[in-house]
C-alpha cells in the first residue's frame, strides 16, 4: 500500500504562482507513473498532468504553458509547478500514483490505484 501526501496549496491571487508536492511512502517510486488531478465544486474529477517512469509528460490543454509536472525519485516525490493561475483553476488537487512496469504515462482516473488526500488551491481574482 502506497500512501500519498500532498502539500503546497493556498490560496493566491490571479497571475500568481504555487507549487504542488506529493510525496510517496514508497522504496519503488521509480516504478510509479505519476499523476495530478483537479476536482472544482460541483464538478467531476479531471485530468491535470501526468508523468511517466522515464519523465515523459502530459497536460491537460487548459493547462499548457502554465503548469510544469515533475518528479525526483531521489526524494520519492512529485512535483507540481503552477504559474500564472486563473480563478478557474480554483479546485482540490490530488496526486495519484500507479505501479507500472511500461514508460507510459496515464491520464484516466482509471489507471491510477493509489491517492492522496487533496491539496486546495483557490486563485482569486
Known amino acids: 500500500q502506497v500512501q500519498l501526501v500532498e502539500s503546497g496549496g493556498g490560496l493566491v491571487q490571479a497571475g500568481d504562482s504555487l507549487r504542488l508536492s506529493c510525496t510517496a511512502s514508497?522504496?519503488?517510486?521509480?516504478?510509479?507513473?505519476m499523476g495530478w488531478f483537479r476536482q472544482a465544486p460541483g464538478k467531476e474529477r479531471e485530468f491535470v498532468a501526468a508523468?511517466?517512469?522515464?519523465?515523459?509528460?502530459d497536460y491537460v490543454d487548459s493547462v499548457k504553458g502554465r503548469f510544469t509536472i515533475s518528479r525526483d525519485n531521489a526524494k520519492n516525490t512529485v512535483y507540481l509547478q503552477m504559474n500564472s493561475l486563473k480563478p478557474e483553476d480554483t479546485a482540490i488537487y490530488y496526486c495519484?500514483?500507479?505501479?507500472?512496469?511500461?514508460?507510459?504515462?496515464?491520464?484516466?482516473?482509471?489507471?491510477?490505484?493509489?491517492w492522496g488526500q487533496g491539496t486546495q488551491v483557490t486563485v482569486s481574482s
Open positions: 495519484a500514483a500507479r505501479f507500472t512496469t511500461s514508460f507510459n504515462y496515464y491520464s484516466l482516473l482509471s489507471h491510477y490505484a493509489y
Open positions: 514508497t522504496r519503488t517510486f521509480s516504478m510509479y507513473a
Open positions: 508523468i511517466s517512469r522515464s519523465g515523459t509528460r
